[in-house]
């Protein structure tokens, strides 16, 4: 109702988001089992996970693909749950990227614009009003010398930039990603991945990016929301859910190479590759030992894997740092304050 | 090296064989085609006689058609019918498959199940009810009377644009719905857009099998002048016998326009018979 009688905005507004008590079940598969969860206004939040965990069935459930069996959901100040998509001022750029295939790029950036204009001929926007504004989009994305071409006749990364354009030319308050990233080359991702943090940065929009890429998550994220099994395992700054995890499996999700995990007095002990060191005498540290078994390169240093009496772990070396081979016996020592301690039901004690 | 030289042999060998069948079975199809337009082209004391072509070819049966048989009409209301048809039944399936692509599990069974069903009824089985029916709206010799019936045979139809508009990605129609089109703008823009094709072939195919319809027409239209070319054919069997120069001359004329409209479209009824599966 909004998109439709509002006077035509000129800046993006951004909305927050919360799920209240959201479930879904397809079937005898359970998708969402009860999910809270705040977006923060202007955020750029990634919920991340394991596939199967749910991710992408709140993201079809906030833009109104899915409806929820149970739960409530609000966009800004309206309760949105019943409402259809077209109400939602919400947009989408899908991993297939979705677009037309017999319209033009301009066709398919215009497309929402123009049945806006068709439905509100009072209030919607003007003929000229559209091309202006696909052109800023497409100068905004540098597609302005592709806009009479079609989507087949484009590269993957042109389609991405079209499937941005269409979804921001509406200037949604909310705008969703779906796996953006995952169709395109390793080159492209990177830059692709700039591109939508600036472009959030430019729109102010609020912005939720969906992914099973932990390491894309933790780069990109102004807000990083980590799935299990249906329900959100934690939120919070990226920061945060990587220094503090709150369960054993947040923290054996996020973090590459990821924690290490031990069994030690009933509880579980982790430790980040990065935290343990070498030939260290401290004594508030606690001690683990064991036997290098493969090494691998990366460059600036190397990823060792151990075992030993605890079971196995990872350990990172930096260039400079002591150069390991296959069959050294290694001591590291973690700082105290680097520990991560978990009961047995996985939840983290501090 | 001679089990490369072989290899090389017998793969040519075996399509040469495939393509002598291939030529054999269309020599097959072909000939009656190719000898009842030759005969057309006989005398009628003539006929009957085993030479392929005729000592004394004529057009006679030609000149004959065209000026004692009312050609023009016939084709004329036979074309009317067959495109009627066609568009009715294209715009009933595609609203259909539309609707059951998006319908819940359960009603979009039961709705098949009914659909496929009603292809296992042989059409004569409803013919007199209908009939009955069709002659109580005052539909002997008029066009509604050709059309509407034939409009309640588009199970195929649906069918075929069923599998076609679940071959369309749904993240289209999901994209279509989130830019805030309504369920008619969904189907108008994007998804009659992807099944130009199915529906070009579906249309071509349904024009011709319609075309070809003998029984219903010979009901609808007991006037011999309100008929359609299939039921005018027949009037080449008279009490004296059958003229078969002037019968087989009416059918060549008759035919043109559907060998026309096959060749101009065949690409796309090959395609399309491809991709669904069908016949």
Same mark, same amino acid.
């Given at each position: 109702?909004?998109?439709? &009688?509002?006077?035509?905005? &000129?800046?993006?507004?951004?909305?927050?988001?919360?799920?209240?008590?959201?479930?879904?079940?397809?079937?005898?598969?359970?998708?969402?089992?009860?999910?809270?969860?705040?977006?923060?206004?202007?955020?750029?939040?990634?919920?991340?996970?394991?596939?199967?965990?749910?991710?992408?069935?709140?993201?079809?459930?906030?833009?109104?693909?899915?409806?929820?069996?149970?739960?409530?959901?609000?966009?800004?100040?309206?309760?949105?749950?019943?409402?259809?998509?077209?109400?939602?001022?919400?947009?989408?750029?899908?991993?297939?990227?979705?677009?037309?295939?017999?319209?033009?790029?301009?066709?398919?950036?215009?497309?929402?614009?123009?049945?806006?204009?068709?439905?509100?001929?009072?209030?919607?926007?003007?003929?000229?009003?559209?091309?202006?504004?696909?052109?800023?989009?497409?100068?905004?994305?540098?597609?302005?010398?592709?806009?009479?071409?079609?989507?087949?006749?484009?590269?993957?990364?042109?389609?991405?930039?079209?499937?941005?354009?269409?979804?921001?030319?509406?200037?949604?308050?909310?705008?969703?990603?779906?796996?953006?990233?995952?169709?395109?080359?390793?080159?492209?991702?990177?830059?692709?991945?700039?591109?939508?943090?600036?472009?959030?940065?430019?729109?102010?929009?609020?912005?939720?990016?969906? &992914?099973?890429?932990?390491?894309?998550?933790?780069?990109?994220? &102004?807000?990083?929301?980590?799935?299990?099994?249906?329900?959100?395992?934690?939120?919070?700054?990226?920061?945060?859910?990587?220094?503090?995890?709150?369960?054993?499996?947040?923290?054996?999700?996020?973090?590459?190479?990821?924690?290490?995990?031990?069994?030690?007095?009933?509880?579980?002990?982790?430790?980040?590759?990065?935290?343990?060191?070498?030939?260290?005498?401290?004594?508030?540290?606690?001690?683990?030992?064991?036997?290098?078994?493969?090494?691998?390169?990366?460059?600036?240093?190397?990823?060792?894997?151990?075992?030993?009496?605890?079971?196995?772990?990872?350990?990172?070396?930096?260039?400079?740092?002591?150069?390991?081979?296959?069959?050294?016996?290694?001591?590291?020592?973690?700082?105290?304050?680097?520990?991560?301690?978990?009961?047995?039901?996985?939840?983290?004690?501090? | 090296?001679?089990?490369?030289?072989?290899?090389?042999?017998?793969?040519?060998?075996?399509?040469?064989?495939?393509?002598?069948?291939?030529?054999?079975?269309?020599?097959?199809?072909?000939?009656?085609?190719?000898?009842?337009?030759?005969?057309?082209?006989?005398?009628?004391?003539?006929?009957?006689?085993?030479?392929?072509?005729?000592?004394?070819?004529?057009?006679?049966?030609?000149?004959?058609?065209?000026?004692?048989?009312?050609?023009?009409?016939?084709?004329?209301?036979?074309?009317?019918?067959?495109?009627?048809?066609?568009?009715?039944?294209?715009?009933?399936?595609?609203?259909?498959?539309?609707?059951?692509?998006?319908?819940?599990?359960?009603?979009?069974?039961?709705?098949?199940?009914?659909?496929?069903?009603?292809?296992?009824?042989?059409?004569?089985?409803?013919?007199?009810?209908?009939?009955?029916?069709?002659?109580?709206?005052?539909?002997?010799?008029?066009?509604?009377?050709?059309?509407?019936?034939?409009?309640?045979?588009?199970?195929?139809?649906?069918?075929?644009?069923?599998?076609?508009?679940?071959?369309?990605?749904?993240?289209?129609?999901?994209?279509?719905?989130?830019?805030?089109?309504?369920?008619?703008?969904?189907?108008?823009?994007?998804?009659?857009?992807?099944?130009?094709?199915?529906?070009?072939?579906?249309?071509?195919?349904?024009?011709?099998?319609?075309?070809?319809?003998?029984?219903?027409?010979?009901?609808?239209?007991?006037?011999?002048?309100?008929?359609?070319?299939?039921?005018?054919?027949?009037?080449?069997?008279?009490?004296?016998?059958?003229?078969?120069?002037?019968?087989?001359?009416?059918?060549?004329?008759?035919?043109?326009?559907?060998?026309?409209?096959?060749?101009?479209?065949?690409?796309?009824?090959?395609?399309?018979?491809?991709?669904?599966?069908?016949?």
């Amino acid at each position: 109702m909004t998109t439709l &009688t509002s006077p035509p905005r &000129t800046t993006h507004t951004a909305a927050q988001v919360e799920l209240a008590g959201v479930t879904r079940t397809f079937g005898a598969v359970v998708a969402l089992a009860g999910v809270d969860l705040t977006i923060p206004a202007g955020s750029l939040t990634v919920i991340v996970g394991p596939s199967g965990c749910g991710k992408s069935t709140i993201l079809r459930t906030i833009a109104g693909l899915d409806s929820p069996d149970g739960g409530v959901l609000r966009i800004g100040a309206d309760d949105v749950t019943s409402r259809s998509p077209g109400e939602r001022d919400v947009t989408m750029v899908f991993q297939d990227y979705a677009l037309f295939p017999h319209m033009t790029v301009e066709g398919n950036i215009s497309f929402g614009l123009r049945l806006q204009a068709r439905h509100d001929r009072r209030s919607g926007p003007k003929r000229e009003q559209i091309r202006t504004r696909v052109g800023d989009v497409a100068a905004l994305l540098g597609l302005e010398d592709l806009l009479g071409r079609r989507p087949a006749q484009l590269s993957g990364g042109q389609r991405q930039r079209v499937a941005l354009a269409r979804a921001i030319v509406r200037r949604p308050s909310l705008l969703l990603l779906d796996e953006p990233l995952s169709a395109l080359d390793p080159q492209l991702r990177a830059s692709a991945r700039a591109e939508i943090i600036r472009l959030h940065r430019e729109l102010g929009t609020t912005l939720v990016l969906v &992914t099973h890429d932990q390491q894309e998550a933790l780069s990109t994220a &102004t807000h990083l929301v980590v799935m299990e099994r249906g329900v959100v395992a934690q939120s919070g700054s990226p920061d945060e859910l990587y220094r503090r995890p709150a369960s054993e499996f947040v923290a054996a999700f996020l973090g590459s190479p990821p924690m290490n995990l031990h069994d030690r007095g009933g509880l579980r002990i982790g430790w980040r590759p990065t935290d343990g060191q070498l030939e260290s005498r401290s004594a508030d540290a606690l001690p683990i030992e064991g036997v290098v078994e493969s090494c691998e390169y990366t460059g600036d240093g190397q990823h060792v894997r151990c075992t030993g009496p605890d079971g196995g772990f990872m350990l990172v070396q930096r260039e400079g740092e002591r150069w390991l081979v296959p069959g050294d016996s290694v001591r590291v020592a973690v700082p105290t304050e680097r520990l991560h301690r978990f009961g047995p039901d996985g939840t983290r004690l501090s | 090296m001679s089990d490369l030289s072989t290899a090389r042999r017998t793969v040519p060998l075996a399509a040469a064989g495939w393509h002598l069948l291939l030529i054999a079975l269309s020599l097959v199809t072909v000939f009656p085609l190719l000898w009842a337009i030759l005969t057309s082209f006989k005398p009628a004391n003539e006929v009957f006689d085993l030479a392929p072509v005729s000592a004394h070819p004529t057009i006679a049966n030609y000149t004959d058609v065209l000026t004692r048989w009312p050609a023009g009409e016939l084709v004329g209301r036979t074309a009317v019918m067959a495109t009627g048809v066609a568009a009715g039944q294209l715009v009933i399936a595609v609203l259909a498959a539309f609707a059951l692509a998006h319908a819940r599990r359960r009603a979009r069974s039961v709705v098949l199940l009914l659909t496929t069903l009603s292809l296992a009824i042989p059409p004569q089985a409803l013919i007199v009810p209908q009939f009955l029916l069709a002659a109580r709206l005052g539909w002997l010799n008029t066009e509604a009377g050709l059309i509407v019936p034939q409009l309640g045979s588009s199970a195929l139809a649906v069918l075929v644009l069923l599998q076609h508009v679940e071959a369309l990605p749904p993240s289209l129609t999901a994209a279509a719905r989130l830019e805030g089109a309504r369920p008619h703008e969904v189907l108008w823009h994007v998804v009659l857009p992807g099944l130009r094709p199915a529906i070009a072939a579906l249309g071509v195919l349904v024009f011709i099998t319609t075309w070809n319809e003998y029984l219903w027409p010979l009901l609808i239209t007991p006037d011999s002048l309100h008929t359609t070319v299939q039921v005018g054919l027949a009037q080449f069997e008279t009490a004296e016998g059958i003229n078969y120069g002037g019968l087989l001359a009416a059918a060549t004329l008759t035919s043109l326009p559907i060998v026309v409209v096959y060749f101009a479209a065949s690409r796309r009824i090959t395609d399309a018979f491809l991709t669904s599966g069908l016949r």
